[in-house]
Protein backbone atom coordinates (compact mmCIF):
# COMPACT_ATOMS: atom_id res chain seq x y z
CA UNK A 1 0.00 0.00 0.00
CA UNK A 2 1.21 3.04 -0.75
CA UNK A 3 2.29 5.63 1.95
CA UNK A 4 0.61 8.95 2.78
CA UNK A 5 3.85 10.60 1.86
CA UNK A 6 4.00 8.71 -1.43
CA UNK A 7 0.88 9.47 -2.27
CA UNK A 8 1.25 13.04 -2.25
CA UNK A 9 4.12 12.73 -3.64
CA UNK A 10 2.40 11.16 -6.52
CA UNK A 11 -0.47 13.74 -6.73
CA UNK A 12 2.25 16.75 -6.46
CA UNK A 13 3.97 14.92 -10.08
CA UNK A 14 0.35 14.74 -11.38
CA UNK A 15 -0.69 18.28 -10.68
CA UNK A 16 2.80 19.40 -11.75
CA UNK A 17 2.49 17.20 -15.12
CA UNK A 18 -1.17 18.64 -15.75
CA UNK A 19 -0.12 22.07 -15.62
CA UNK A 20 2.91 21.78 -17.95
CA UNK A 21 0.84 20.07 -20.19
CA UNK A 22 -1.89 23.05 -20.23
CA UNK A 23 0.80 25.61 -20.53
CA UNK A 24 2.41 23.85 -23.50
CA UNK A 25 -0.95 23.66 -25.16
CA UNK A 26 -1.78 27.76 -24.33
CA UNK A 27 1.62 28.34 -25.72
CA UNK A 28 1.13 26.13 -28.45
CA UNK A 29 -2.24 28.18 -29.22
CA UNK A 30 -0.58 31.47 -28.76
CA UNK A 31 1.48 30.94 -31.00
CA UNK A 32 -0.76 29.39 -33.80
CA UNK A 33 -2.54 32.32 -32.92
CA UNK A 34 -0.22 34.96 -33.56
CA UNK A 35 0.15 37.16 -36.62
CA UNK A 36 2.98 36.45 -39.38
CA UNK A 37 5.33 39.45 -37.99
CA UNK A 38 6.41 39.88 -41.75
CA UNK A 39 2.79 40.42 -42.88
CA UNK A 40 2.09 43.01 -40.54
CA UNK A 41 5.40 44.85 -41.43
CA UNK A 42 4.51 44.69 -45.30
CA UNK A 43 0.79 46.29 -44.41
CA UNK A 44 2.52 49.21 -42.02
CA UNK A 45 4.82 50.04 -44.31
CA UNK A 46 2.89 49.67 -47.61
CA UNK A 47 -1.01 49.37 -46.53
CA UNK A 48 -1.02 46.50 -49.32
CA UNK A 49 -1.49 42.87 -48.18
CA UNK A 50 -3.62 40.95 -49.75
CA UNK A 51 -4.08 37.24 -48.37
CA UNK A 52 -2.11 38.31 -45.51
CA UNK A 53 -2.10 36.51 -42.22
CA UNK A 54 -2.74 38.73 -39.42
CA UNK A 55 -4.83 36.87 -36.77
CA UNK A 56 -4.49 38.35 -33.95
CA UNK A 57 -2.68 41.26 -34.62
CA UNK A 58 -2.80 44.25 -32.56
CA UNK A 59 -3.58 47.40 -34.90
CA UNK A 60 -5.71 50.07 -32.66
CA UNK A 61 -5.81 53.17 -34.16
CA UNK A 62 -4.03 52.00 -37.15
CA UNK A 63 -4.31 54.50 -39.80
CA UNK A 64 -5.60 51.93 -42.78
CA UNK A 65 -7.66 53.98 -45.49
CA UNK A 66 -7.72 52.79 -48.51
CA UNK A 67 -5.54 49.06 -47.70
CA UNK A 68 -5.85 46.15 -49.64
CA UNK A 69 -6.95 43.74 -47.40
CA UNK A 70 -8.45 41.49 -49.91
CA UNK A 71 -8.33 37.76 -48.56
CA UNK A 72 -6.58 38.14 -45.30
CA UNK A 73 -7.25 36.35 -42.49
CA UNK A 74 -7.96 39.01 -39.34
CA UNK A 75 -9.41 36.90 -37.34
CA UNK A 76 -9.32 38.16 -33.75
CA UNK A 77 -7.09 41.03 -34.57
CA UNK A 78 -8.00 44.39 -32.47
CA UNK A 79 -8.54 46.82 -35.08
CA UNK A 80 -10.57 49.56 -32.34
CA UNK A 81 -10.52 53.20 -33.81
CA UNK A 82 -8.64 52.25 -36.49
CA UNK A 83 -8.80 54.43 -39.55
CA UNK A 84 -10.52 51.36 -42.43
CA UNK A 85 -11.99 54.06 -44.56
CA UNK A 86 -11.85 53.07 -48.27
CA UNK A 87 -10.09 49.68 -47.38
CA UNK A 88 -10.56 46.69 -49.54
CA UNK A 89 -11.79 43.86 -47.17
CA UNK A 90 -13.60 41.43 -49.83
CA UNK A 91 -13.30 38.19 -49.17
CA UNK A 92 -11.17 38.73 -45.69
CA UNK A 93 -11.54 36.64 -42.33
CA UNK A 94 -13.11 39.01 -39.79
CA UNK A 95 -14.96 36.37 -37.23
CA UNK A 96 -14.34 37.95 -34.13
CA UNK A 97 -12.66 41.16 -34.79
CA UNK A 98 -12.56 43.92 -32.69
CA UNK A 99 -13.58 46.70 -34.82
CA UNK A 100 -15.28 49.09 -31.87
CA UNK A 101 -15.05 52.85 -32.18
CA UNK A 102 -13.89 52.03 -36.06
CA UNK A 103 -14.11 54.27 -39.26
CA UNK A 104 -15.35 51.76 -41.30
CA UNK A 105 -16.60 54.06 -44.37
CA UNK A 106 -16.82 52.87 -47.40
CA UNK A 107 -15.00 50.20 -46.69
CA UNK A 108 -15.78 46.85 -49.29
CA UNK A 109 -16.36 44.38 -47.21
CA UNK A 110 -18.43 41.93 -49.78
CA UNK A 111 -17.98 38.22 -49.07
CA UNK A 112 -16.37 39.14 -46.25
CA UNK A 113 -16.49 36.93 -42.53
CA UNK A 114 -17.67 38.72 -40.11
CA UNK A 115 -18.81 36.33 -37.90
CA UNK A 116 -18.90 37.48 -34.39
CA UNK A 117 -17.34 40.73 -34.76
CA UNK A 118 -17.34 43.71 -32.87
CA UNK A 119 -18.70 47.30 -34.38
CA UNK A 120 -20.00 48.64 -32.06
CA UNK A 121 -19.80 52.59 -32.29
CA UNK A 122 -17.85 52.28 -35.49
CA UNK A 123 -18.92 54.35 -38.66
CA UNK A 124 -20.64 52.35 -41.48
CA UNK A 125 -21.81 55.00 -43.93
CA UNK A 126 -21.38 53.86 -47.27
CA UNK A 127 -19.90 50.68 -46.34
CA UNK A 128 -20.27 47.25 -48.85
CA UNK A 129 -21.38 44.19 -47.11
CA UNK A 130 -23.02 42.00 -50.17
CA UNK A 131 -22.41 38.44 -49.36
CA UNK A 132 -21.05 38.89 -46.02
CA UNK A 133 -21.21 36.85 -43.63
CA UNK A 134 -22.86 38.99 -40.31
CA UNK A 135 -24.14 36.29 -37.65
CA UNK A 136 -23.71 37.48 -33.94
CA UNK A 137 -22.10 40.95 -35.42
CA UNK A 138 -22.43 43.25 -32.45
CA UNK A 139 -23.61 46.62 -34.04
CA UNK A 140 -24.96 48.46 -31.38
CA UNK A 141 -24.41 52.22 -31.30
CA UNK A 142 -23.01 51.81 -34.78
CA UNK A 143 -23.59 54.84 -37.38
CA UNK A 144 -24.48 54.45 -40.91
CA UNK A 145 -26.04 50.69 -40.43
CA UNK A 146 -26.61 49.53 -44.14
CA UNK A 147 -30.56 48.94 -43.80
CA UNK A 148 -30.22 45.87 -45.86
CA UNK A 149 -28.03 43.80 -42.94
CA UNK A 150 -30.34 44.67 -40.08
CA UNK A 151 -34.27 43.91 -38.77
CA UNK A 152 -36.25 46.54 -38.45
CA UNK A 153 -36.63 45.00 -34.65
CA UNK A 154 -33.16 45.88 -34.34
CA UNK A 155 -32.80 48.94 -35.12
CA UNK A 156 -35.66 49.81 -32.95
CA UNK A 157 -34.16 47.60 -29.95
CA UNK A 158 -31.22 50.09 -30.79
CA UNK A 159 -33.27 52.96 -30.44
CA UNK A 160 -35.01 52.26 -27.37
CA UNK A 161 -31.44 51.45 -26.02
CA UNK A 162 -30.07 54.89 -26.68
CA UNK A 163 -33.01 57.00 -26.00
CA UNK A 164 -32.77 55.13 -22.35
CA UNK A 165 -29.14 56.41 -22.53
CA UNK A 166 -29.89 59.89 -23.53
CA UNK A 167 -28.29 59.90 -26.53
CA UNK A 168 -31.78 61.04 -28.40
CA UNK A 169 -30.85 61.93 -32.12
CA UNK A 170 -28.92 58.76 -31.88
CA UNK A 171 -32.14 56.94 -30.71
CA UNK A 172 -34.28 58.78 -33.64
CA UNK A 173 -31.74 58.14 -36.56
CA UNK A 174 -32.44 54.01 -35.88
CA UNK A 175 -36.41 54.57 -35.20
CA UNK A 176 -35.85 56.51 -38.98
CA UNK A 177 -34.02 53.38 -40.09
CA UNK A 178 -36.55 50.69 -38.51
CA UNK A 179 -39.48 53.03 -40.67
CA UNK A 180 -37.72 53.25 -43.53
CA UNK A 181 -37.57 49.08 -43.83
CA UNK A 182 -41.07 48.53 -42.76
CA UNK A 183 -43.46 51.69 -43.02
CA UNK A 184 -45.94 50.57 -40.89
CA UNK A 185 -44.34 49.80 -37.43
CA UNK A 186 -46.47 51.27 -35.24
CA UNK A 187 -44.39 51.11 -31.99
CA UNK A 188 -41.60 53.09 -34.43
CA UNK A 189 -43.50 55.96 -34.81
CA UNK A 190 -44.61 56.47 -31.45
CA UNK A 191 -41.08 55.78 -30.09
CA UNK A 192 -39.65 58.40 -32.43
CA UNK A 193 -41.91 60.54 -31.37
CA UNK A 194 -41.52 60.19 -27.64
CA UNK A 195 -37.62 61.18 -28.52
CA UNK A 196 -38.62 64.36 -30.71
CA UNK A 197 -40.82 65.24 -27.76
CA UNK A 198 -37.93 65.37 -25.29
CA UNK A 199 -35.59 67.30 -27.88
CA UNK A 200 -38.59 69.83 -27.71
CA UNK A 201 -40.12 69.23 -31.33
CA UNK A 202 -43.24 68.86 -30.84
CA UNK A 203 -44.85 69.61 -33.85
CA UNK A 204 -42.51 66.43 -35.48
CA UNK A 205 -43.76 64.29 -31.98
CA UNK A 206 -47.21 65.25 -32.76
CA UNK A 207 -47.23 63.55 -36.33
CA UNK A 208 -45.16 60.59 -35.14
CA UNK A 209 -48.09 60.05 -32.34
CA UNK A 210 -50.98 60.57 -35.13
CA UNK A 211 -49.09 57.75 -37.47
CA UNK A 212 -48.81 55.50 -34.73
CA UNK A 213 -52.43 56.16 -33.19
CA UNK A 214 -53.55 55.44 -37.47
CA UNK A 215 -51.39 52.39 -37.54
CA UNK A 216 -52.04 50.70 -34.13
CA UNK A 217 -55.80 51.13 -34.91
CA UNK A 218 -55.65 49.48 -38.43
CA UNK A 219 -53.48 46.62 -36.51
CA UNK A 220 -56.57 46.22 -34.17
CA UNK A 221 -54.02 46.98 -31.15
CA UNK A 222 -55.90 48.79 -28.60
CA UNK A 223 -53.04 49.04 -25.89
CA UNK A 224 -50.76 50.87 -28.67
CA UNK A 225 -53.93 52.77 -29.95
CA UNK A 226 -54.68 53.93 -25.96
CA UNK A 227 -51.53 54.63 -25.54
CA UNK A 228 -50.84 57.00 -28.98
CA UNK A 229 -53.42 58.47 -27.81
CA UNK A 230 -52.68 59.61 -24.72
CA UNK A 231 -49.42 61.23 -26.05
CA UNK A 232 -51.62 62.74 -28.59
CA UNK A 233 -53.74 64.33 -25.63
CA UNK A 234 -50.36 65.01 -23.60
CA UNK A 235 -49.24 67.01 -26.75
CA UNK A 236 -52.38 69.36 -26.98
CA UNK A 237 -52.22 69.98 -23.41
CA UNK A 238 -50.42 73.73 -23.31
CA UNK A 239 -46.97 73.28 -22.51
CA UNK A 240 -47.47 76.33 -19.75
CA UNK A 241 -50.29 74.16 -17.84
CA UNK A 242 -48.43 71.65 -16.87
CA UNK A 243 -45.81 71.13 -13.78
CA UNK A 244 -43.23 68.48 -15.21
CA UNK A 245 -39.45 68.42 -15.52
CA UNK A 246 -38.33 70.40 -19.16
CA UNK A 247 -37.16 67.05 -20.32
CA UNK A 248 -39.19 63.98 -18.76
CA UNK A 249 -37.54 60.25 -19.28
CA UNK A 250 -37.92 58.83 -22.27
CA UNK A 251 -40.47 55.86 -20.48
CA UNK A 252 -42.31 57.80 -18.00
CA UNK A 253 -44.92 60.12 -19.78
CA UNK A 254 -47.36 57.93 -19.38
CA UNK A 255 -47.29 54.37 -17.19
CA UNK A 256 -48.17 51.80 -19.76
CA UNK A 257 -45.80 53.48 -22.60
CA UNK A 258 -42.65 51.01 -21.03
CA UNK A 259 -44.39 47.84 -21.17
CA UNK A 260 -46.21 48.54 -24.71
CA UNK A 261 -42.26 49.26 -26.21
CA UNK A 262 -41.38 45.90 -25.05
CA UNK A 263 -43.80 44.60 -27.08
CA UNK A 264 -41.75 45.10 -30.55
CA UNK A 265 -38.23 44.65 -29.27
CA UNK A 266 -36.73 41.67 -31.31
CA UNK A 267 -36.85 38.68 -28.18
Sequence with gaps: MMS???HSTATMK?????TAALLTIVTLSQTAQA???????QLLASKQCQNC????AGLVMADL???????ANLTGANLSRANLSGADLRGANLSGTGLFGANLTSANFNGANLLGADLRNSYLANAQLHGASLNGVNLQGAIGIPSQ???PEEFYAWGVAEAQKGNLQQAIDYFNQAIVIKPDYAGAYLARGVARYQIFDRQGAFQDAQVAEKLFTSQNNSTGMQTAQAFVKELQTP????VKPAKPNFLDFVGSIGSLFLQF???
Excluded at 35 to 41: D, F, G, K, V
Excluded at 65 to 71: I, P, R, T
Aim: hydrophobic residues 35%; aromatic residues 6%.
Design 4 to 6: LQG
Design 14 to 18: SQILT
Design 35 to 41: ANPEHLR
Design 53 to 56: DLTG
Design 65 to 71: SGADLSG
Design 149 to 151: IAK
Design 239 to 242: YETK
Design 265 to 267: LPF
